[in-house]
């Protein structure tokens, strides 16, 4: 089955920084990778997702990155604010898209803190 | 707010007792998830259904059943033969044509 791995468990960045949080994957299959922050006592909400025919996607302060050869994808964020604090999740999906339905397989998670 | 409820929020079981949390959408999603949190462990699945009176089990089913009886709801049951039920549970749902997932807020196990 799928493992995901999530780097670095905790960041601790000043307000202003780049924040960037990186994820590795095992099944080939897994074409759809999306990305989740849960704020403390919340549930986890998507931020942004890409799918494995691109390699990059912005949106605002926000981009992800895919590398399919090396099966890594990385979430950056620019000018971090205090209220990017939150816990921050990678998935890979399996077979996302058309009839057939995704599987979600997460990371551990990254405890993003952003100091003001 | 998002359309799928967990209930109840909190709940407090006795060591030995089998409890059950409840999971239900009108998001007219297929697929639906049992993910446990704990501290610094991510979120683990323990069961998923993509249809209706199918299920399959996640990496950490055992102590654990679900059933699907229908579409919009899918309660997991908690036994006695978990031996670590104390953790947050999350219930999530999603369509396999976008595939993202939308959550429930969650129930907090704690067995006393």
């Known amino acids: 089955g799928e493992n995901v791995e999530q780097h670095p468990s905790t960041l601790s960045v000043q307000e202003g920084d780049s924040a960037v949080i990186k994820c590795t994957y095992s099944?080939?299959?897994?074409?759809?990778f999306p990305w989740y922050k849960q704020e403390l006592g919340k549930r986890p909400q998507l931020i942004i997702d890409?799918?494995?025919?691109?390699g990059e996607k912005k949106d605002q302060r926000i981009a992800v990155t895919l590398n399919k050869t090396a099966k890594h994808f990385s979430l950056h964020i620019t000018e971090t604010q205090p209220e990017d604090s939150a816990v921050y999740f990678c998935?890979?999906?399996?077979?996302?898209?058309?009839?057939?339905?995704?599987?979600?397989?997460f990371g551990q998670g990254t405890i993003l803190t952003v100091h003001p | 707010d998002g359309g799928i409820t967990q209930s109840p929020k909190y709940l407090f079981r006795k060591e030995g007792q089998n409890v059950t949390l409840s999971c239900e959408q009108n998001?007219?999603?297929?697929?639906m998830y049992w993910y446990r949190q704990d501290p610094g462990q991510g979120l683990r699945l323990i069961y998923y259904?993509?249809?209706?009176?199918?299920?399959q089990k996640g990496d950490i089913a055992e102590g654990y059943s679900v059933s699907r009886e229908k579409k919009e709801s899918f309660p997991l049951t908690v036994t006695s033969a978990q031996k670590n039920p104390t953790a947050f549970y999350l219930c999530?749902?999603?369509?396999?044509?976008?595939?993202?997932?939308?959550f429930g807020q969650g129930t907090r196990l704690t067995v006393v």
């Open positions: 998935a890979a999906v399996a077979n996302a898209g058309g009839t057939s339905y995704g599987k979600l397989t």
């Open positions: 099944d080939s299959a897994s074409n759809y």
């Open positions: 890409i799918r494995s025919n691109v």
């Open positions: 998001l007219n999603h297929d697929a």
């Open positions: 259904s993509q249809i209706v009176n199918d299920f």
């Open positions: 999530a749902s999603n369509r396999g044509s976008t595939a993202e997932a939308f």
